[in-house]
């Protein structure tokens, strides 16, 4: 099930629902709808080439692009939050023996998600880890690794689009199921950062609770309204 923004398919049926079907796919990159990575990809053809391939799905995290769902009558049937999405993979992995990967984020932040990963999980399976600094166009030796470890799959938190190009240039030559950009997540499973009570998620705040904590994350809101005007648009 889809709902069409822009050329995009967003995945319109439930979390759950998502989760069992990702499996299905020889190699799939689940992409986080928000409002400012599609609106990014309108303006890459890189990015909106992958974004609109039969390799990628391209989930509602974010209220705008459910908002956008409802103005083209075609309403999601919930927001799916990267974060949750992230969880249910690494709970599939733990319960059926599949290796991860986690590439981004600072040393620090990354060596804390991983030690708090170990302790949430005991059997699951690292097989491998770098931080998010290096260059995209010379990183042999982090491609070759995990071409050695072969993990299930790879979750990669260096923000969008940095994220997302990564994943695209190197998707093909890797032999990962999974592909996905994670953004932040690698931050709240270390603990530095929080998410936004349950009760804000649940109403749609949660943008609102991020900026109110990270100031400078009011910039990017720009891309919403933005993004709502070309679906108006284009309706």
């Given amino acids: ?125 690292i097989v491998g880890y770098h931080n998010g600094f290096f260059d995209l166009d010379n990183c042999k030796n982090i491609i070759d690794d995990v071409k050695n470890k072969e993990p299930y799959t790879l979750f990669v938190a260096m923000g969008a689009p940095r994220q997302e190009k990564f994943i695209i240039k190197y998707m093909e030559q890797l032999p990962c199921k999974i592909f996905m950009g994670v953004g932040g997540s690698f931050d709240v499973i270390a603990g530095k950062v929080n998410r936004a009570p349950k009760w804000m998620i649940n109403v749609g705040l949660e943008w609102f609770y991020r900026v109110s904590k990270e100031p400078w994350r009011i910039k990017r809101l720009s891309s919403i309204p933005k993004f709502l005007v070309k679906v108006a648009k284009d309706r």
Avoid at 10 to 35: A, C, Q, R
Avoid at 42 to 68: M, Y
Avoid at 90 to 101: S, T
């Fill in 1 to 125: 099930m889809s709902t069409t923004l822009l050329q995009y398919n967003i995945y319109s049926d439930t979390k759950e629902k998502l989760l069992k079907e990702i499996n299905n796919y020889e190699k799939i990159h689940i992409v986080s709808g928000n409002p400012e990575v599609l609106f990014q990809g309108l303006n890459d053809k890189a990015l909106f080439d992958n974004f609109t391939s039969n390799e990628a799905i391209i989930i509602p995290d974010g209220v705008g692009t459910v908002i956008a769902s409802k103005m083209v009558k075609e309403p999601v049937k919930e927001k799916i939050a990267g974060i949750e999405v992230m969880e249910g993979i690494i709970d599939y992995c733990v319960k059926n023996e599949k290796g991860i990967y986690l590439i981004g984020a600072t040393q620090e932040v990354l060596d804390q998600c991983v030690k708090n990963l170990k302790e949430k999980f005991p059997s699951i399976k």
